[in-house]
């Protein structure tokens, strides 16, 4: 998926003290028990949406990929992180989903990790 590694982390407790987003373009905090068990990676489809955090209303992924200047020849390799039921979850340069992001009573938080730099997708605990 146009050389770029993906790595899941579990970090022990709960940094989060408020309801800030400490995620950034490379790197997704999300909320491990909204996530579930399982991701699933996979390319963007046409009509692809979610809420991302802090937004009032869903959002179509390609208008997100524009705003987050996602270059267009990249944008149909893009890697989409899900859960088992295809909600979206995050992708590297985008927001995390509101639905995902830590707060105050998350008890476990996990680390999604974007890696340009390699060729392989890896999604390990």
């Known amino acids: 998926m146009n050389g770029i ?3 899941f982390q579990l ?3 709960n940094p989060i003290d408020n309801e800030k987003d400490l995620s950034t373009s490379l790197i997704a905090l999300v909320d491990l028990a909204r996530v579930g068990k399982q991701l699933k990676v ?3 489809r046409a009509g692809d949406r979610y809420q991302p955090a802090h937004h009032q209303r869903t959002e179509k992924l390609k208008n997100l990929m524009i705003e987050n200047r996602i270059p267009f020849s990249q944008r149909d390799h893009w890697p989409i992180v899900m859960t088992e ?3 979206i979850i995050w ?3 985008l927001p995390v989903a509101h639905t995902f992001i830590p707060v105050a009573t998350t008890q476990e938080i996990a680390a999604i990790l ?3 730099r390699c060729f392989a997708i890896s999604l390990t605990k």
């Open 85 to 87: 039921s295809e909600e």
């Open 42 to 44: 996979r390319l963007r």
């Open 11 to 13: 970090i022990a407790g």
């Open 91 to 93: 992708s590297p340069g």
């Open 114 to 116: 974007c890696d340009n």
């Open 5 to 7: 590694s993906l790595s």
